[in-house]
């Protein structure tokens, strides 16, 4: 090429000079088989695009409590519409990992709290648990992050002590919610017991590192059956009114199941952003060894000369 030519293609970003190559171009360096294992054993910043997927979808859901029959009649809808926002918020805007998850805690444990309070979108579970609601509020947002993180993290060692914390601090709400059976109504009895079998899911992470499970699916029938009781309790105390009334009893508990399942995002989130650089730089454990190869027996009166060559 002249130098003209140079110089008119230097001014046009748009079209690059054509410089001429110097010998073929490198191949992309093949991905390993121990990188894809690490990366599958300790991802990085897991769950990033569909968190931001579940504060959008929870922050719908919570907005539409604000135009559900209020529990307090002479209540406005200013707390449902400042959590749906901040919901929203945190799903849309462009933040860091660590700042969504953080932001996902915060305002999943704040709607829960107030909702204990007996006010915002969560409210039936002061209505449905009084303050006992604070035992299916941890329930509920402890042990669906730390299944989470053993399902993410299945190597690594301190996610089995993580795990079995989070059910100890479940004893407390399998207590409360089995006295459920001394009920006389069958929905309490059996929304009970759906509690009782939800939280004892947890125990499926216990299961070996070679195992792969859905942590999602678990986490999600996890908070479910925490939020079983709350509606067949809110139900019991309103005496099962109208269409109305079980609408806005069920888009409540719903927001209850929101706010924790934004909670328990958050804090899994944070356990991987703290714990991720520990679970690649931790040993996998060594492959089994092979059978040793059995020793030759010694040669016998019947053995030939064919045999013994």
């Known amino acids: 090429m002249t130098s003209d030519e140079l110089a008119r293609d230097a001014e046009d970003p748009a079209h690059p000079p054509n410089r001429p190559t110097h010998g073929p171009s490198l191949p992309p360096r093949p ?13 990085v ?20 409590t604000a135009w ?37 805690l915060t305002v999943g444990m704040l709607v829960a709290l107030v909702g204990i309070a007996g006010s915002g979108p969560a409210s039936v579970v002061a209505y449905a648990l009084g303050e006992w609601g604070v035992l299916a509020l941890l329930a509920a947002v402890v042990l669906p992050a730390t299944l989470l993180f053993r399902c993410h993290y299945r190597a690594y060692r301190a996610a ?51 195992t792969p499970l859905s942590g999602g699916a678990l986490a999600s029938i996890v908070n479910a059956a925490i939020v079983a009781p709350i509606v067949a309790g809110a139900g019991l105390r309103f005496g099962y009114g109208g269409a109305t009334a079980w ?21 899994f989130q944070l356990l991987a952003a703290h714990h991720w650089k520990r679970a690649r730089d931790q040993e996998e454990p060594p492959l089994p060894a092979d059978p040793p190869a059995p020793a030759p027996s010694a040669p016998s009166l019947t053995d030939t000369w064919h045999d013994r060559r």
């Not at 910043?45 to 539409?64: F, M, T």
């Not at 009649?73 to 700042?99: D, N, R």
Request: neutral net charge; hydrophobic residues 55%; contains cysteine.
């Open 31 to 43: 991905l390993l088989a121990s990188e894809a294992l690490r990366d599958d054993l300790a991802p």
């Open 45 to 64: 910043e897991p769950l990033a695009k569909p968190a931001r997927i579940v504060a959008a979808a929870g922050g719908v859901i919570l907005a539409g």
């Open 68 to 104: 559900s029959p209020a529990w307090e009649p002479a209540g406005k809808p200013w707390v449902e519409l400042a959590s749906a926002a901040c919901a929203l918020a945190i799903g849309t805007l462009p933040v860091g990992y660590q700042a969504r998850a953080g932001a996902l």
């Open 160 to 210: 089995r002590a993580m795990l079995a914390a989070a059910l100890a601090l479940c004893v407390p709400f399998a207590v409360v919610t089995a006295a459920g059976f001394q009920s006389a109504d069958v929905s309490v009895q059996v929304t009970s017991a759906l509690g009782l079998v939800g939280t004892g899911f947890g125990l499926l992470g216990f299961t070996g590192s070679q």
């Open 247 to 267: 609408y806005a009893l069920s888009l409540s508990s719903l927001s209850f199941g929101v706010a924790t399942g934004l909670a328990s995002l958050g804090a």
